[in-house]
């Protein structure tokens, strides 16, 4: 079975330019996930996805970020303005079910985009 | 207030030796899962080991086992006969309730030394 892929898997550009992600989630999974990680610290939540409607959103700076899930299948994330701070691990991950206490909840990571904010 | 906490920064272990990592969690939610990841320095985020909050019994997976102290809110990664591809950093991650988001500790460096 294929896991969750993501792209590009690096990328570099300067503060104020616009940068885009691309998510493919493994098969049949229905819920969709985007974590930031800066270095050093673990993976936070940016949205969150089930199908193709948002479920949570919260934490995403909605006024640079922005994500849709077209089709309920693969999923960008995009940052216009891109700053500083935005340097950072963005990952991608799937899930089967979202229902709490059972193993199907298990969410599976893709390989990551590093980005470098100069 | 932190929902896991990690304590141990790094760790250094030697191959074919067992290693402990530590993870408290707070939650009021009787219904949790609680996950174990590893991060290679290649990035990805691999899935270890999961134990439900109304699972009897401590989760094993191959080399890795949960050490689930329930009354005590912890579970420690317990990584058996340790090998050099071991050596990565190891998030320890909640879900609670209807909050489908995962909740990262800070994460532990394990350095396996031949």
């Known amino acids: 079975e294929a896991g969750v892929a993501q792209s590009p898997r690096y990328k570099i550009i300067e503060k104020r330019q616009s940068v885009a992600f691309w998510c493919n989630p493994i098969?049949?999974?229905?819920?969709l996930y985007w974590y930031q990680q800066i270095l050093g610290q673990g993976p936070k939540l940016l949205i969150q996805?089930?199908?193709?409607?948002?479920?949570?959103d919260s934490q995403l700076p909605k006024d640079r970020f922005s994500a849709e899930r077209l089709k309920g299948v693969d999923s960008t994330l995009k940052i216009q303005p891109a700053k500083l701070e935005d340097s950072a691990v963005y990952l991608c991950?799937?899930?089967?079910?979202?229902?709490?206490?059972?193993?199907?909840?298990?969410?599976?990571f893709g390989p990551g985009t590093r980005l470098t904010v100069l | 207030a932190q929902k896991i906490t990690q304590t141990q920064p790094g760790m250094f272990v030697q191959e074919k030796e067992a290693v402990t990592l530590d993870c408290t969690y707070d939650?009021?939610?009787?219904?949790?899962?609680l996950f174990w990841y590893k991060q290679p320095s290649s990035g990805e985020m691999i899935f270890l080991i999961y134990?439900?909050?109304?699972?009897?019994q401590n989760a094993t997976e191959g080399r890795y086992s949960l050490n689930f102290q329930k009354a005590r809110k912890s579970a420690n990664l317990v990584i058996s006969a340790s090998q050099l591809g071991d050596s990565a950093m190891y998030f320890c991650?909640?879900?609670?309730?209807?909050?489908?988001?995962?909740?990262f500790g800070a994460g532990t460096t394990v350095t396996v030394r031949a």
């Open positions: 991950a799937s899930s089967l079910d979202g229902e709490t206490g059972t193993s199907a909840d298990t969410q599976y």
């Open positions: 098969s049949g999974h229905a819920t």
């Open positions: 134990q439900g909050s109304y699972d009897q």
């Open positions: 996805f089930q199908n193709n409607g948002v479920v949570d």
């Open positions: 991650a909640m879900r609670e309730g209807r909050d489908y988001k995962l909740s």
């Open positions: 939650t009021s939610d009787p219904s949790y899962g």
